[in-house]
C-alpha cells in the first residue's frame, strides 16, 4: 500500500470529519463482491478524501479501495452510487465533497487496464 505524505492543509479539513462518521448509521453487509477495508488500511487514510469514502460509500457495503478501478471509470461508480444512495433514502453527497472524494480515488486509483 502506498502511503503518500499528507499535505498539511489536508490534515486540517479532516478534523470535521471526525464526529459525524459514527451518526451515519449503516446496514453493511447485504451487497456481496465489494471487499471492505477499515480506516486504516485506506491509502492517506486522515485525508478528507478517505474520510468521505468512510462516511458516504460504507452504508451498503464494505469501503472500497481506490485502486479498484482506473481513474477514469471513478466518475461512473460514483454517478451509479449517488443514484443507490437516493433509491435508499441516504441522500445526495454534495457536489464540492464529490468532487473531493473523486480527486482522492482518482489519486489513489489503479492501473488502467
Ligand atoms: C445506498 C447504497 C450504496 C452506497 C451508499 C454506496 N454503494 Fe457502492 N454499491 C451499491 C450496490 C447496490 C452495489 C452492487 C451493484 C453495482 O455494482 O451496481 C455497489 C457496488 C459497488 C462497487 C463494486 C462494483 C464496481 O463497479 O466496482 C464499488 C467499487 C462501489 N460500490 C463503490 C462505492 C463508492 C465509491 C461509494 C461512495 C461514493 C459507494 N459505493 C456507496 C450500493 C451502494
Known sequence: MRM????GWIRRVVIVGGGILLAAGCDTGDVPGVSGVSAVE????????ARLLEQYCSNCHGVPLPDSHPPEEWPAVLRRMQHYRTVKGHGLI????????????QRYAGEAQ
Open 4 to 7: 503518500l505524505p499528507v499535505a
Open 94 to 105: 454534495s457536489e464540492p465533497e464529490l468532487d473531493r472524494l473523486l480527486g482522492y480515488l
Open 42 to 49: 485506506l491509502p492517506a487514510p486522515h485525508s478528507a478524501g
